[in-house]
């Protein structure tokens, strides 16, 4: 099944209650840190590509994400797939724990986040948005996102049967065409 690949933020946009804001699009970049029940950012502008096909999943990865004093610290993840117009309901991580180095990963390849995804073509909607659920500090270096969908392919056979030569040969003079 085909998929975009992961799929980087470059911007971020509706932030509150977090410190060190433009981090979380940087890989590597040190952390953004969502204040306790409020802190949440939205990142944008994934990629300005389209797909051709239907959408059968959308993942979300989080690096390096953690509970900054208290190992109950979680964040609520939801995605926006017409520009942040509409988002799907919140996914959690869970309990982060304390350690850094610690990686999520939400949604799949089938995990459609309960949002419609008819029609979809165009990457430069996509948003995700960021919220500390667990009453905690939350710490995380890197959100990415990927696309999964089934190309569509033009499955309409030509009538051949009109053919007289294929490369300046004579079709009665082949015996096989492609190994057929």
Not at 121 to 143: H, I, P, R, W, Y
């Amino acid at each position: 099944m085909p998929d975009t690949g992961w799929l980087a933020p470059t911007a971020y946009e509706n932030y509150s209650n977090v410190a060190f804001e433009s981090v979380w699009i940087t890989d590597g970049g040190g952390v953004i840190i969502f204040f306790a029940s409020s802190g949440t950012e939205t990142v944008k502008d994934f990629s300005s590509d389209t797909i051709s096909g239907t959408v059968t999943g959308a993942e979300v990865y989080l690096q390096d994400t953690y509970g900054l004093s208290n190992a109950a610290g979680s964040l609520a993840i939801q995605l926006s797939k017409d520009g942040g117009s509409n988002f799907s309901s919140a996914k959690s991580t869970g309990a982060l724990g304390t350690s850094a180095g610690n990686n999520e990963t939400l949604g799949g390849s089938s995990d459609l986040w309960g949002l419609d995804w008819s029609g979809f073509t165009d990457l430069d909607q996509l948003k995700v948005k960021g919220t500390e659920n667990g009453g905690q500090l939350v710490a995380s270096d890197f959100v990415k996102m990927k696309i999964y969908y089934e190309a569509e392919y033009d499955h309409r056979i030509n009538n051949i049967s009109n053919i007289s030569s294929i490369n300046g040969i004579a079709v009665a003079n082949l015996s096989k065409v492609n190994g057929v």
